[in-house]
């Protein structure tokens, strides 16, 4: 039997790349001999993020447009016709079995000369509301595999299958006990994980430093908190100002990054966050309630529609960057932990939105398109 090959193109935000090194490992694991290539920009990402993964990266000359037409649109049409050239060139050089995109401007010229050559494709979206990519690329691609159910009605229906999100098997695998005592917390008060990403969220960041401010006088809950790397001195340096030292407090814990979050997860009670596709994934596959501030200035804003998704289904609660105060978080706060049987329902509602089985589905959708 040949050995299999496998393109997939996508890039730019970690949203788009961290699915398609979680299929890539997946093809790596049930085709072994198969040569698998990603193909990207010098700008994304994927520059450093693929690599590290083990897998080869082929760059392509290629850049996003903005919506106003200006100077910078005639180079975005220069950049997407040798896009093209590049694209058709590697896509002659390795004659792919398949070509997967994960959305991103660098996944069009790859997917849709693919197509046009005849070669099957799959698109893979993560959003709820997909991006103008993928919602052009549905129209060539032979299968569209979705995250969400709501995703369904803006693409062409007899082609598109839900599949979730994949992410890592190992973030559902936190235990609780070994979390509470790795970060010096208490079993018998709940847990509140703030997080932005991996940059962090300044005006997040700077709600909960009055959240926390009031917290160590109530001892309601505990807080982990990621600040992200560039924020943690200032947030450090505004909570000592108000006496308050993470090092020596017992319920707040303030770290600049943290790399194992399924442990995190596990001692978390509730979630505060973006609303990115990772992270409304990882928080439903870890069935845990969430406050989520989507980020404002995401392409399409995405981020507000997979938000919206979790309220719409009982497992979140949405607070708008434009809203959001210290005040107003720490009561949404209180709120939720205030109340056990919302909690627990809200959990419920979460984990029942997970799909644990993401990977193995989109899978088989890929073993049917190349057999």
Do not use: W
Not at 57 to 66: A, C, E, M, P, Q
Not at 101 to 115: D, E, K, R
Not at 300 to 307: L, P, R, S
């Amino acid at each position: 039997m040949p050995k299999k090959k496998f393109i997939l193109a996508g890039g730019g935000t970690g949203g788009h790349i961290y699915p398609a090194i979680a299929i890539a490992s997946g093809l790596k694991r049930d085709f072994p001999d198969a040569d698998i290539v990603f193909v990207g920009t010098d700008r994304g990402l994927e520059r450093d993020l693929v690599p590290k993964a083990g897998f080869d990266l082929k760059k392509i000359r290629v850049k996003g447009f903005k919506r106003e037409l200006s100077l910078n649109t005639l180079s975005s049409i220069k950049e997407m016709f040798l896009g093209g050239i590049d694209s058709i060139r590697i896509l002659r050089q390795i004659k792919p079995d398949l070509v997967i995109g994960t959305g991103g401007y660098v996944a069009g010229p790859v997917v849709f000369f693919a197509s046009i050559m005849g070669i099957p494709t799959i698109i893979h979206e993560q959003n709820v509301r997909p991006g103008i990519t993928n919602r052009f690329l549905s129209n060539f691609a032979d299968k569209v595999a979705i995250s969400f159910q709501d995703s369904v009605k803006y693409f062409p229906k007899n082609k598109t299958v839900l599949t979730g999100n994949p992410v890592r098997a190992e973030i559902a695998s936190g235990d609780r006990a070994r979390a509470l005592k790795k970060y010096g917390l208490v079993s018998d008060i709940p847990v509140v994980l703030c997080f932005g990403g991996s940059q962090g969220a300044a005006r997040l960041n700077e709600a909960m430093v009055y959240v926390i401010e009031k917290v160590m006088q109530t001892k309601m809950f505990q807080v982990i908190m990621v600040t992200g790397q560039r924020h943690y001195m200032n947030i450090n340096q505004l909570l000592e100002n108000k006496g308050i030292y993470t090092n020596d407090s017992g319920n707040i814990k303030l770290r600049p990054y943290i790399y194992d979050m399924q442990d995190a997860y596990a001692a978390a009670d509730l979630v505060i966050a973006r609303a990115g596709a990772i992270t409304i994934s990882e928080i439903t596959m870890c069935g845990k309630p969430a406050i989520l501030v989507p980020f404002p200035n995401a392409a399409g804003h995405h981020q507000y529609y997979n938000a919206l998704f979790l309220v719409k289904n009982g497992a979140a609660l949405i607070i708008e960057d434009k809203d959001l105060t210290g005040e107003y978080l720490l009561k949404t706060i209180e709120g939720i932990i205030g109340d056990k049987e919302k909690l627990s329902r809200m959990a419920a509602a979460s984990r029942k939105l997970s799909k644990p089985d993401a990977l193995e589905k989109i899978l088989t959708v890929i073993k049917k398109l190349i057999r």
